[in-house]
């Protein structure tokens, strides 16, 4: 099991992560470090709380207990915090801008890296105008970078459902993370769009963004990772490379639905999977307004 210890090039570093909802404990005291250049893979079966631990990552839940520090300081408790601070984010749902264009997608993607004010942009003034082709610049590039350049007037909503994924991580890129989460980004593609995801995924860790991945698909998530970290019923059961992980029997346990002691009933993971909804359409809500 790899040690939890941080180093200088740890980049994210969660510690004893929990998140209750109620009296429903989702992500019980959850450790994980990813350190740059490294491609980190989350797996567990449906409702291991895979996705409730990444929105405790990314400021969309407060962790009821433990701490998530970026290049070694406290992330803040809201998104667009998070984001500024260099943590990126895809979701298991496509969230586009449907009637905006490609570019337009990406454009907004680059608000948290521009220091232009209202005034500014309201007046035209000459620092605005310098800063939007520095946007429009930076952002042509990364649909390049996605292949996506040729379609950047295009509605996005009009987009092949790979193309909106590769769509979704380019916006994402143009916030200029120093760590990218990726939930779920080859859910419902064909085998040659899961091979471009995965030269996509190299190619960003080329460019020295650490990458945190959750994945169904497990041949995906063995041929990129680095290092895959178990979690089951809210814990984590194994952490370790892909060959390490692929023979641990407690973890073809997990997949084939062997109970463990202690292991919730369909009722109560029902409970969870109502309340982690509620907590997350009250915490969108809150952050949009």
Known sequence: MTSMTTTPNTVLH????????????AVRNVDLTVNSGEIIGLIGPNGAGKTTFFNCLTGLYVPTEGKVTYKGTVLPPKPHLVTQAGVARTFQNIRLFPNMTVLENVLVGRHTRTKEGLWSALLRLPGFKKAENASRERAMELLEFTGLADKADHLSRNLPYGEQRKLEIARALASEPGLLLLDEPTAGMNPQETRAAEELIFAIRDQGIAVLVIEHDMRFIMNLCDRVSVLVQGEKLVEGTPD??????????????TPFEGAPGDEELAEVEAAETAQS?????????
């Open 14 to 25: 969660a510690s004893g992560v929990t998140m209750r909802f109620g009296g429903l404990t």
């Open 244 to 257: 390490i992980v692929q023979a641990d029997e407690r973890v073809i346990a997990a997949y084939l639905g």
């Open 281 to 289: 359409t009250t915490s969108t809500e809150g952050d949009t307004q």
